[in-house]
């Protein structure tokens, strides 16, 4: 009887705690209140996206839904993600989801959080290590796969065009060096370069930062006077070169034969749908950044002792105002490319 008062005066405690307080809770508290302690190791800031996908993990990791999250941003640094890791280690949470800034340098910590028996799960961009076993499950999109899409959507507009292959005169606005999203936007992109004759002029990273684009458009308009075609690896990229050819006074656009230049872009948040509308942006292809469910419910499973899928991929679209593609080719299904209207773009949230 005696135990049993004691255990109701600590939940109720535990709950009147929670009321007041949307925080991080400690673990003694959480253990009482029966929440998953989880630490969320975010690789940064750096681009609409990841703002978004903070808020998703944010608001699927919430004490409403039993979980402490412990939330630390990196600001692009591995070392501070590596850090971080170690001091969830130290904090002995249940669970840690990693986002992970590059793909290699990760094995000895995983071994470690391996070591301390706290299963890993990774979002977004992948980890390449020797032991797949140091992640228990990974969340995310096939970014080679959107590269792809965005080249079979060039190739088809420059058929319809009535453009010749070596007419198409290209640079990559690369994303962070040695990011999976990188290095699949990048490779599709150069593969189809080779493939089909197109004339690939530069690749120079900007680290998925606006400002940074905007600088390497800059140079690259200096550079080479015959660009008209600019594959972003993201949408804030896709912001900065469009301000870089404008002041440039060229103009950004859907006709190539008219002087336009092409602006192909990943991610479709809000900011690049809005250019896609404006007619700015001719090809957005969709990365989705909700993941914060599926991670939720992975954690709770793995929780649970229960097996997981050991690779999550989340689904995704593509948006365009070009519709001479869906017109002359109606019946394959590269070409299926929503047309972007203004009711959907105001039913994008981020
Ligand atoms: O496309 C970009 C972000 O890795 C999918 O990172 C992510 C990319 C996303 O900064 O906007």
Redesign the pocket.
């Known amino acids: 009887m005696k135990k049993y008062i004691i255990l109701t005066f600590l939940i109720v405690l535990g709950v009147l705690a929670g009321c007041g307080k949307k925080e991080e809770t400690s673990k003694e508290d959480a253990y009482v209140r029966n929440l998953i302690n989880v630490g969320f190791s975010q690789?940064?800031a750096?681009?609409?996206?990841?703002v978004a996908?903070t808020e998703s993990m944010k608001n699927s990791l919430s004490l409403d839904n039993d979980f402490n999250l412990l939330f630390d941003d990196a600001q692009q640094k591995q070392d501070k993600q590596i850090m971080a890791i170690r001091k969830f280690i130290q904090q002995e949470v249940d669970c840690i989801v990693l986002?992970p800034v590059t793909e290699t340098g990760w094995d000895t910590v995983l071994k470690e959080a391996k070591d301390a028996k706290i299963p890993v799960i990774i979002t977004?961009?992948m980890v390449d290590v020797e032991d797949d076993s140091l992640y228990t499950a990974w969340v995310?999109?096939d970014?080679l796969k959107e590269g792809k899409i965005a080249c079979e959507w060039l190739k088809r507009y420059a058929e319809v065009e009535g453009l010749e292959p070596s007419e198409l005169h290209i640079v990559d606005i690369q994303?962070?060096l040695g990011?999976?999203?990188?290095i699949g936007?990048t490779n599709a992109l150069s593969e189809a370069a080779k493939e089909n004759g197109w004339d690939l002029l530069d690749a120079v990273p900007a680290?998925?930062?606006q400002t940074k684009a905007k600088e390497v458009m800059q140079q690259l308009l200096k550079k080479h006077s015959n660009i008209n075609v600019v594959y972003c690896?993201?949408?804030?990229?896709a912001i900065g070169a469009i301000e870089a050819i404008e002041e440039a006074g060229k103009t950004v656009g859907n006709d190539i034969n008219n002087g336009d230049i092409l602006v192909i872009s990943?991610?479709a948040?809000h900011s690049g749908l809005s250019n896609v509308l404006e007619g700015k942006i001719a090809l957005d292809v969709e990365?989705n950044?909700l993941q914060g469910d599926e991670v939720a419910w992975i954690i709770k499973d793995v929780n649970a002792g229960k097996t997981v899928e050991k690779y999550t991929y989340v689904e995704e679209s593509v948006f365009s105002t070009y519709d001479k593609i869906k017109a002359v080719i109606a019946d394959k299904e590269a070409y299926d490319v929503t047309i972007l209207t203004q009711e959907i773009l105001d039913g994008r949230k981020y």
């Open positions: 690789l940064g750096e681009s609409d996206w990841r996908n986002a977004d961009r995310g999109s970014f994303g962070t990011a999976t999203s990188q936007r680290d998925y930062a690896e993201n949408d804030n990229e990943f991610d948040a990365c950044p």
